[in-house]
T-cell receptor
Framework: SAVISQKPSRDICQRGTSLTIQCQVD?????MFWYRQQPGQSLTLIAT?????????ESGFVIDKFPISRPNLTFSTLTVSNMSPEDSSIYLC????????????FGSGTQLSVL | LAKTTQPISMDSYEGQEVNITCSHN???????ITWYQQFPSQGPRFIIQ???TKVTNEVASLFIPADRKSSTLSLPRVSLSDTAVYYC?????????????FGKGTKLSVKP
């Protein structure tokens, strides 16, 4: 199974600033995903980040607000731009692993609080 | 994309067996059924996956009837540390999507 490291684990930020979240995987993976989980809610997909192509954003999420980089097969970043208190959530990196079936593996998440 | 429906919450006591059922009426031929566990402030953790019949690992069992329109996660002899949210997910084999529809999950509370 893939091991995913996410940094930072938590942060408290001021309104109007930006935060970049890093996701490092211990193996090469084609598909990486970024999710948001608002307090007490389920997970919502923000975007799919495949190496060598532009990220694909889900409805309600735009590149200007959540720019994503995917420079290689083991690393990705998600930036939360011009933050507001409504962006306070847990942000999760995930990869899809097809070894022995179909599984998603998740990082431990970044807990973001915007004041 | 197959939508899943689970009970919002369940209560249990230590040492009991807990069965959480998920319905996925529009599951497709190439879909796998997968269960995840999530503790507060952590990412979901893979528990078990199956396609049909019964699958067992060191943590849980997964029962899938012949029509595959539902599945039941069975946790034997739960402990306080099993208190978590459990998500049922349907994953399409060979698909490229991450937008697997996470339902609301089942919040399991284990009491002493």
């Amino acid at each position: 199974s893939a091991v995913i490291s996410q940094k930072p684990s938590r942060d408290i930020c001021q309104r109007g600033t930006s935060l970049t979240i890093q996701c490092q995987v211990d193996s090469q993976v084609t598909m990486m995903f970024w999710y948001r989980q608002q307090p007490g809610q389920s997970l919502t997909l923000i975007a799919t980040a495949n190496q060598g192509s532009e990220a694909t954003y889900e409805s309600g999420f735009v590149i200007d607000k959540f720019p994503i980089s995917r420079p290689n097969l083991t690393f990705s970043t998600l930036t939360v731009s011009n933050m507001s208190p409504e962006d306070s959530s847990i942000y999760l990196c995930s990869v899809r692993d097809r070894g022995g079936g179909e599984k998603l593996f998740f990082g431990s998440g970044t807990q973001l609080s915007v004041l | 994309l197959a939508k899943t429906t689970q009970p919002i919450s369940m209560d249990s006591y230590e040492g009991q067996e807990v069965n959480i059922t998920c319905s996925h009426n529009n599951i497709a031929t190439n879909d796998y059924i997968t269960w995840y566990q999530q503790f507060p402030s952590q990412g979901p953790r893979f528990i078990i996956q199956g396609y049909k019949t019964k699958v067992t690992n060191e943590v849980a069992s997964l029962f899938i009837p012949a029509d595959r329109k539902s599945s039941t996660l069975s946790l034997p002899r739960v402990s306080l540390s099993d208190t978590a949210v459990y998500y049922c997910l349907v994953l399409n084999y060979g698909g490229s999507q991450g937008n697997l529809i996470f339902g609301k999950g089942t919040k399991l509370s284990v009491k002493p």
